[in-house]
């Protein structure tokens, strides 16, 4: 769930605030809040630049390790913790006379896991012991090609995309589709349907296969 407010401070500029929640395990377990401040800068017509600040506070898996036979070794609780992160995009965008517009975006983003003190449980003596989980930096540039149907005044903007996270290689493919509702000149919603599957990434971190169910609000003036 999200929540969306911009502020068009003239032809060109244009600065928002944003905020959301994700669940996952079907609702059950709370996986993120994030809040964050953007800006937008017109170039030309169809070619757009972006920057922005994400602060996103995180509820990290647990993760085991295992030893060679198979047993448990070291046992760490899931925690929350804070993250952050920056970016930068350009987006690209050209409608047709039919009302088609294609979007295709490139997106930089630098993300930041704190350092972490906690506790690992050790399975061979039965206790607890400090443990510290280093910060960790993570580059990742996310490409996104859009499709919609954009005809003005229109009520329904349905649309799909299909956007890749690359860092080094490819990690996460995530495939979208939705619908805008402009309800009115300053007030919109967003329905969609999101699948996403994982590359090269440790199962113990991140389900395989992810399914997303979405809705925002976005207020401009």
């Given amino acids: 769930m999200s929540v969306e407010v911009q502020k068009s401070l003239d032809k060109q500029w244009s600065v928002g605030l944003e905020a959301d929640m994700r669940t996952r395990n079907?609702?059950?377990?709370?996986?993120r809040w994030k809040v964050g401040v953007g800006a937008s800068y017109k170039i030309t017509?169809?070619?757009?630049?972006?920057?922005g600040y994400l602060m996103m506070y995180t509820n990290f898996r647990e993760d085991i390790k295992y030893k060679e036979s198979g047993a448990y070794n070291k046992w760490l609780p899931s925690y929350?913790?804070?993250?952050h992160r920056i970016y930068a995009a350009l987006t690209?965008?050209?409608?047709?006379?039919?009302?088609?517009?294609?979007?295709?975006?490139?997106?930089?983003?630098?993300?930041?896991?704190?350092?972490?003190?906690?506790q690992l449980w050790d399975f061979d003596d039965a206790r607890w012991e400090d443990n510290v989980r280093d910060g960790k930096g993570k580059h990742q540039l996310r490409s996104r090609l859009e499709v919609?149907?954009?005809?003005?005044?229109?009520l329904l903007v349905p649309f799909a995309s299909v956007e890749l996270y690359n860092s080094w290689?490819?990690?996460k493919v995530r495939y979208t589709v939705g619908t805008d509702i402009q309800l009115t000149k300053h007030h919109g919603f967003q329905l969609f349907y999101r699948h996403q599957h994982m590359h090269n990434t440790s199962a113990r971190s991140y389900d395989p296969h992810m399914n997303y169910i979405g809705v925002g609000?976005?207020?401009k003036w």
């Fill in 169 to 171: 290689a490819i990690e």
């Fill in 148 to 154: 919609s149907y954009d005809k003005k005044k229109a």
């Fill in 80 to 83: 929350w913790g804070p993250r």
């Fill in 45 to 51: 017509k169809g070619l757009k630049a972006d920057v």
């Fill in 217 to 219: 609000y976005k207020l």
């Fill in 26 to 31: 079907n609702f059950q377990t709370m996986d």
């Fill in 92 to 118: 690209g965008s050209h409608k047709f006379q039919n009302n088609i517009k294609v979007a295709l975006r490139e997106r930089w983003q630098w993300t930041y896991r704190t350092e972490h003190e906690g």
